[in-house]
């Protein structure tokens, strides 16, 4: 069954503090994962990857990922509490046609 | 881009009673998408639409759910018989589709809160 796991299920750290955010998945004939923001309204894309080992960053933000391991991270320097929201894991099946989600990683930055 | 709408933004309804709800895609996007997403859940894939096309429906997903894209533009779901599991918030997300790299993502709609009393 294709399936993509997040965690920590929540995390609550200080303004400042540097925090890393995991996704493992399992899902045949991948084809890229992608990474969300949600407020309270709907997902904002962040990043998409597609191939292992590179690097993408916005700003703060950044992610790779590793295709032999299955899994991607989401690293976010110096957080701010705007950057309190979930953080939700997708991957896309290699039709295009599904894309799975993950339960999303609850971030409270406390000033 | 003017982004994807959905309508209503709310809906409050009886159980048993027929809802039905629109998304409005960018234009030019061939894919649109449809999911459910409880609270403390992320997005569950329900259907998928190229152009008019219904070309993949969630395993899971009820008979009573039901859904359309005439023309290949905007898409209707509806929900039939209505149950209060089905109490969730519905987005809807279109797709350019013949784009390569990251800016042939999912654009999210603002979504549509149904309560089923």
């Known amino acids: 069954e294709d399936k993509v796991v997040q965690s920590p299920l929540s995390l609550v750290v200080h303004e400042g503090d540097t925090v890393t955010l995991n996704c493992s998945y399992e899902v045949t004939n991948f084809r890229s994962l992608l990474w969300y923001k949600q407020e309270k309204k709907a997902p904002t894309f962040l990043f998409m990857l597609t191939s292992s080992g590179i690097e993408k960053k916005s700003g703060r933000l950044s992610s790779i990922l590793d295709k032999k391991e299955l899994f991607s991270i989401l690293n976010i320097t110096a957080t701010q509490t705007g950057d309190s929201a979930v953080y939700l894991c997708a991957v896309e099946d290699g039709t295009g046609n599904q894309f799975y989600f993950g339960t999303g990683t609850s971030l409270t930055v406390i000033p | 881009d003017t982004g994807v709408s959905q309508n209503p933004r709310h809906k409050i309804t009886k159980r048993g009673q027929n809802v039905t709800f629109r998304c409005d895609p960018i234009?030019?996007?061939?894919?649109l998408y449809w999911y459910r997403q409880t609270l403390g859940q992320g997005p569950e894939f329900l259907t998928y639409f190229q152009n008019e096309a219904q070309l993949e429906k969630s395993r899971l997903l009820s008979d009573r759910f039901s859904a359309e894209r005439p023309k290949g533009s905007f898409s209707t779901l509806e929900i039939q018989r209505t149950e209060q599991g089905d109490s969730a918030m519905y987005l809807c997300a279109s797709r350019h589709g013949a784009r390569t790299g990251p800016t042939d993502t999912q654009y999210f709609g603002p979504g549509t809160r149904l309560t089923v009393l």
């Open positions: 234009s030019e996007h061939n894919r």
